[in-house]
Each structure stands twice: as structure tokens, then as C-alpha cells.
């Protein structure tokens, strides 16, 4: 560019001079009618080249140095202009609507797409979405989310109401006949515990000091004596383990009738416990103190420590990228693309927030093209107008000493003619 303003410079300096050596070549030869005419074509090249010299340098500073007025028009006039094209960017280029209009002519989501589709399969993106899961996986205090987790926790179990599990409770033990497992458990430790010579001397005991310590006048008392005198601890706990033994036996055969009897007792009994208010009252303060008393953050931070360390071996894993991840994002997009509803959704997303951007910052494109150009002092500024626009600006030098040339010789001729 710059060599490009040199060059343009020089043609323009080179156009001037050679008005100025033909003006003087001429004065030899004034005299005779070609002689005049071509003077006066180098007399008028000469002075449009040096006026149009003179106004291509003022606009940038003053010519020959000389502090003429209205020269050096750029660096006086410099705010003025700085403001002219903030505005002329704010309100004419740049607007508001515009951009709008501009922004509406964009599918976003396409395009973000398209890019998607193309770099997912990239080495390098696939291992920058690697490590940024790492780093959220990372980041993750799992301190800090212990006490939310324990607190939505212990809410979610004191939501639960005992009516409306209880019964399903008390309907399994019945179906699973856990009821009949139960009897079945007490009887056999009822059994092994009769079964005991221990608990035989233990029932014996217990009987003789039973007989011995009633109270009873005339015969009644006479006839306990004598009973006591026939028997001893031995005997009675043989008769009592006997009886027991005896009685778990038969409760324990399905098909005893007492046993039947008993069964059907209980069931009423759980089946009443379904419409026992008292019960469920009991059942729900228990779950509430034990609820409160439950401390489980220690356990929770523990839990989350080990899921994250799963997380984050999973995630360094080789075949995660291939095997996981890839299909997720694949499958993901493609359930986007096919639901029309989403992609206008996503794409009405995009373009309220890019608006809203503009709304909110479109006042800096003038800030912002205003502190660039005040970055720039009037020297630098002049040497990039004129870089970029200086090899027109001297052309203008050139064509105003050709034009001047061509228009001095048909003046001059027209002159000499007349």
C-alpha cells in the first residue's frame, strides 16, 4: 500500500514537471502559432496541476509549510470528522434495524451444526471436551453438595406417608404368608427352649414353690401337702415341659384347628391396623424423630467422593471418546435436528439474545471506533489516510495537469483562431 502511495506520488510529481518543462520549452518558440499553443497548454497543465497539488495538500496539512487558512484540513477539522463517521456508522451503516435485518437473514443453528458435524470427529475437539468434562468433574465440592443433597433427602422422606405403605406392608405379609413364618420361628424357639433340661428344672421349680406358697384351710390344705410329699421338681418340670412341648406341637401342624384359629386372629388383627388412625400416627412421628436424629453427610460425601473418582476414570478411560461420548453428542443432535419445534425454539433463542446484545452495546461501535482513532496522533492518522486513499487523491494531481494541458490548447487555439 505503501508502495502504491509512492508510485502515485511520483506520476503526480512527474506530471507537474513535465508541465513546467514544457512551459519553459516553449518560450523559445512563442512566437510562431504552434509555439503559442502548446505554451498555453503547458500553462494551463501547469497551473491546474499545481491548484490541484495545493488542494490535495491541504486537506492534510499546509503546503509548503505556510500556515495558509482553510489548509491542513484533516487535523483541524479532526473531532468533527471523528464524529461524523460515528455518526454516519451509528445511524446510517450500522444501525440498529439493520443489523436486525441482518441477523434475521442468519440460521444460527444450521450453521452451528454444520460446525458441529465437522469438527465432533476432530482428535482435538474431542479431547478438549474431554478435559472440560474433567474439569467440571474436578471442580465438583462435594462437601458443599452434601448439605443439599441430606436436606432434599430427609424432605422427600417426610413426604412419605405411612398410609400409603402400610397396607401394602400388611398385604405382603399376608401373600407371602410371612405371618405363618413368623409363628412358625416362635414356636420353633419355643420348642428348643422347652426342649432343655435346664428349663425343665427351671419349670419344676418354679411349680413346687408355686404349690408350696398357696394358701388353703382344712382338706384343700392337707391335700397340696400331700401332693407336694408325691412330687418333686424333677417330676413337675417333666409334666410342664410335656405339656409345652405337647402344645407346641400340635400348633405347629397346619392343619390343628387352634392353629387355623390363631391365624385367622392375627390376620383380622393386621388387617385392622390398616384403618388405625392411632397407628399411623405413631408410625409417622417415629419417622420424623428418626429422620431428624439421622445424620447421613458424612456418608453422602463419602458416596460423592467415590462417584467422582468413578466419573473421573470412566471419563480418562481410552474408548470413552468412541464408545460414549461421541454416540451421546451424535444421537443428542439428532433428536435436536428431527424436532422441528426445538430447532425454531434454538434458533429464536439465539437471535433474542444476539438482538438484545446489539440493543445493549451498539452505542460502543462509535466508542469504540472513537478510541481507536484517538489512539492515533495526526501524523499516523494522515499517513494511513493517505495510505489508503493517497493514490487517488494523487491522481487527482495528474488529471488536473492533463486536463489543465488539453483545455489550455483548445483555449489558446480558439484564441488564435478568433
Given at each position: ?7 502515485s ?26 509555439g503559442?499553443?502548446l ?33 491542513a ?11 461524523g463517521i ?37 482428535k482435538s475437539?474431542q479431547?478438549?471436551i ?23 433427602l ?17 398385604d ?11 409363628l ?9 427352649w ?58 405347629r ?74 454416540p ?11 424436532d ?5 425454539a434454538?434458533e ?14 451498539h ?56
Open positions: 500500500m505503501l508502495n502504491q502511495k509512492n508510485k506520488q511520483h506520476l503526480a510529481t512527474i506530471s507537474l514537471a513535465v508541465m513546467a518543462i514544457g512551459f519553459l520549452s516553449t518560450l523559445p518558440i512563442r512566437d510562431s502559432l504552434w503559442i499553443i505554451q498555453g497548454g503547458f500553462e494551463a497543465g501547469l497551473v491546474g496541476g499545481l491548484a490541484d497539488w495545493f488542494a490535495v495538500t491541504a486537506l492534510f496539512r499546509h503546503p509548503l509549510g505556510i500556515p495558509i487558512p482553510h489548509t484540513l484533516l487535523p483541524k477539522n479532526r473531532k468533527r470528522i471523528v464524529a460515528i455518526s454516519m456508522l451509528e445511524n446510517d451503516w450500522l444501525t440498529k434495524e439493520s443489523i436486525r435485518k441482518k441477523i434475521e437473514t442468519i440460521n444460527f443453528s444450521k450453521r452451528l451444526f454444520e460446525i458441529i458435524d465437522k469438527e465432533i470427529y476432530s475437539v479431547k478438549n474431554i478435559i472440560l468434562i474433567q474439569h467440571l468433574i474436578n471442580t465438583v465440592n462435594t462437601k458443599s453438595i452434601a448439605p443439599i443433597i441430606e436436606k432434599e430427609k424432605s422427600q422422606l417426610n413426604k412419605l406417608d405411612s398410609k400409603n405403605y402400610l397396607p401394602l406392608m400388611i405382603q405379609i399376608s401373600e407371602r404368608k410371612y405371618d405363618e413364618k413368623t412358625d420361628y416362635i414356636l420353633k424357639e419355643i420348642n428348643e422347652a426342649e432343655k433340661d435346664s428349663t425343665k428344672y427351671k419349670l419344676g421349680g418354679l411349680a413346687v414353690d408355686a404349690v408350696e406358697n398357696i394358701k388353703a384351710d382344712g382338706f384343700m390344705q392337707f391335700a397340696l401337702k400331700s401332693f407336694s410329699n408325691l412330687v418333686n421338681e424333677e417330676k413337675l418340670g417333666n409334666i410342664i415341659q410335656g405339656l409345652i412341648l405337647k402344645g407346641v406341637d400340635s400348633y401342624n397346619p392343619f390343628n384347628q387352634n392353629r387355623q384359629t390363631l391365624m385367622i386372629h392375627i390376620r383380622n388383627k393386621l388387617q385392622s391396623i390398616k384403618s388405625d388412625e392411632k397407628i399411623y400416627d405413631e408410625l409417622n412421628q417415629l419417622k420424623t424423630h428418626l429422620i431428624t436424629k439421622w445424620e447421613p453427610e458424612e456418608q453422602i460425601v463419602s458416596l460423592l467422593d467415590q462417584l467422582k473418582q468413578k466419573a473421573s476414570d470412566f471419563v480418562e478411560n481410552p474408548s470413552f471418546s468412541e464408545d460414549y461420548l461421541l451421546i453428542i451424535i444421537n443428542g443432535l439428532g433428536h435436536i435436528k428431527e422441528s419445534e426445538k430447532v425454531v434454538f429464536t433463542w439465539i437471535k433474542q439474545h444476539v438482538s438484545s446484545f446489539i440493543d445493549k452495546n452505542s460502543r461501535i462509535g466508542k469504540l471506533v472513537e478510541e481507536n482513532l484517538e489512539r492515533l496522533d495526526d501524523k499516523t492518522l494522515i499517513n494511513m489516510v493517505e495510505t489508503n486513499v493517497g493514490k487517488d487523491l494523487q491522481w487527482i494531481r495528474v488529471n488536473g495537469a492533463v486536463c489543465g494541458f488539453l483545455i489550455g490548447l483548445v483555449l489558446v487555439g480558439i484564441k488564435a483562431f478568433l
